[in-house]
């Protein structure tokens, strides 16, 4: 089982920066995909950011974030970072780190097994 625990999450003004960090307890084959989605009371799950773990370093964005949000990687630590700019009300939600084996559509929430418990972040004046 691969376990994930998010960070990061808080509250930000309109404009500004977070950063979210996701820790993976292995890199595997369990893991080759990790992406970021996120939740808000009501609506369903939407995927923001995708990135391959196994050294293509392949990335994708939900359009609504692309040119603002940005996702890495630091496979020394087995972490993955969303590096979150010129943060929007919209953007407003609780945040989940997945992990899956890389088959099915990026954003879609079935090609995940495995989730964090979530950070919460609020984009507000």
Known sequence: QVQLVESGGGSVQPGGSLTLSCVASEFSMRA??????????GKEREGVAS??????????????VKGRFTIAQDSTKRTVFLQMNSAKPED?????????????????????????QGTQVTVSS
Request: positive net charge; hydrophobic residues 35%; contains cysteine.
């Open 51 to 64: 990135i391959s773990t196994s050294g293509s370093n392949f990335s994708y964005y939900a359009d609504s």
């Open 92 to 116: 407003t939600a609780m945040y989940y780190c997945a992990s899956g084996s890389g088959g099915g559509a990026w954003f879609h929430v079935t090609s995940y097994t495995y989730w964090g």
């Open 32 to 41: 080759r995909v990790i992406a970021w989605f996120r939740q808000v009371p």
